[in-house]
Structure formats: C-alpha cells, structure tokens
C-alpha cells in the first residue's frame, strides 16, 4: 500500500519540534529511526498531517557517563552495544542490544523510539525500569523528568503529552559490585520479546541489598516486579526464596494472550526466567 499525503519537515532543534507540535498535536508524527512508523503509515494506520524528522538534533543524541549516565533519545541500538564506556559501567544495555531484532534494525532504531512507542514486547522498557531510570521530557512548560516504572501506561500508550518530546534517559551510577542480567524468550520471526526479564542486584554474603526486576513482553506494558523484590530484600537467594520470588512477579499482573502465546504460557515464562535470572546472581556474588 501506498501512505496517505504528508508534510515533512526536518527538524534542526528540540525547540522548533515543540513548537511544531503545539500547531497540531493530534496530526502530528516524529520519525527518528522510524522502524514502527513508517510500515504504520504504508499500511495507513496512522495518517498525519505533518511528519517531523528529529534525526539530526544533536541535543537528543550522545551517551555521557559520570557520577549519573545519561543516554539520548536518538542514540541508536548498534550505539549502546559498542560502547565501551557504558558497558563497564552498565554492562545490561550490551546484553539487550545484542539480542535485539537485527542489525538493520540495531543500526538504525534508537533507544527513544522504542521507550516512546512502548510496545508491549519491546526490550528496552524492562531494562530502564531495572536501572531505575528517569526519562527527560520537554514540552511547552519545560522540562520534567518521569521515573520509569510511571512512564509505562498501557499498550503503546506512555505519560508523554501529544505536544512533548523525550530527550534523555538519566540513570543513577550503579554501586559497586551490582550485578544485571536480560534475559529474553524471542518471538522467532520478530526477535520481540514473548517475555523480557532485566534485573540490577546486590548481593552482600548471598543476601539481597537492593533489586530491581523489570518485565516486559507479558502483559499490555512493562512493569516493575515490585512483590518479588519487596519480598527479597533482605533475603538470602536459596532455592526457596528464588521460587517464591518468581512466582510473585508472575502473578503481579495479568497476562496478555494472542495467536502465539497464552496467557498461562507467558505466566509460565516469567515464573521460570525471573527464576534462571535470580539463580545466575547466586555464583557470582
């Protein structure tokens, strides 16, 4: 098929794409990597007046790291799996990106467009809600940050307005000795995730210190795993405890269910991968 006509504008700053936006919100689209716009549009299931292209804003690009890491929006997968920098410091972005599609898709998708979109199945959402991260959104009234277990609404639905933009990712620097793990069971033809686990742990003598688990792929967004965790802390990771703790984060909320995976077999997969997740953690304290 054939989109419907548009008018396209490449933007050269974050404030002429707001400014755009505030114009006509609702017939607004932006377009960075454009992985899920652009067969949306061929298809006709979106039809925008305006197509903005934010691709060469440099504001929303770069990663820095410091005491805090911030990641731009635009900073693309392939970007985050090669960096060095990021990797010894949070060594989860190289773990995601590596499983993530594939790299047509890793060199040209970015880590904003994947949040912004919120998929249900996408991988980054459970890895930033782990992180405890914060997402920087600008709009008319300024800037103003979100923690990531609140940006997640439902099924391609987040906390952005109609006429804001997300800038960056802030994460807290991790302490020392944090362990992080992603694990994923792929959608064979798509590379999604039928289920996405993501935790950041710290282990002193086997006992839980702080944990955060995120979830993705099993219901209509990612979430936090907020009963596993609160039940952890504190807690040595033996046998039982790992079970129980999975078992709570299965059972948080319900499951979605479609042509290639049960709501049953998606409870499943989050029980035994948040599991094989927690009993890796156990080794390497």
């Known amino acids: 098929m054939i989109p419907a006509s548009f008018d396209y504008v490449r933007a050269t700053s974050l404030s002429e794409v707001i400014g755009l936006l505030q114009k006509d919100p609702d017939g607004t689209k932006l377009v960075a990597g454009g992985h899920t716009l652009i067969p949306t549009l061929k298809l006709r299931l979106a039809s925008p007046a305006l197509l903005i292209d934010i691709g060469s804003i440099a504001e929303l690009k770069g990663i820095e790291v410091g005491d805090g890491i911030r990641i731009g929006a635009l900073t693309k997968h392939a970007e985050l799996l090669a960096s060095r920098e ?5 060594p989860i972005f190289r773990q995601a990106a590596d499983i993530i599609a594939d790299p047509q898709v890793r060199n040209r998708g970015t880590i904003g467009g994947s949040l912004a979109n919120a998929d249900p199945a996408a991988d980054w959402p459970a890895v930033v809600i782990a992180l405890k991260a914060e997402l920087e959104i600008a709009g008319p009234s300024g800037s103003r940050r979100i923690g990531a277990a609140d940006f997640f609404v439902d099924i391609f639905t ?42 950041a742990a710290s282990l002193n003598d086997g006992v839980v210190s702080n944990i955060a688990i995120g979830i993705t792929g099993a219901t209509g967004h990612a979430f936090a795993a907020d009963t596993a965790t609160g039940y952890l802390a504190g807690k040595a990771l033996g046998r039982e405890t790992i079970e129980a703790a999975a078992r709570l984060a299965s059972e948080q909320a319900p499951c979605l269910s479609d042509h290639y995976a049960s709501a049953e077999y998606r409870q499943h997969l989050v029980k035994t991968e948040v599991a094989r997740a927690l009993t890796s953690l156990v080794g390497t304290a």
């Open 86 to 90: 990021l990797h010894d410091v949070l």
């Open 158 to 199: 987040t906390a952005l307005e109609t006429d804001e933009v997300l800038v960056a990712v802030h994460i807290p620097h991790p302490e020392t000795g944090t362990q992080f793990r992603y694990r994923k069971i792929r959608h064979p033809a798509s590379g999604y995730a039928v289920v996405g686990i993501a935790v």
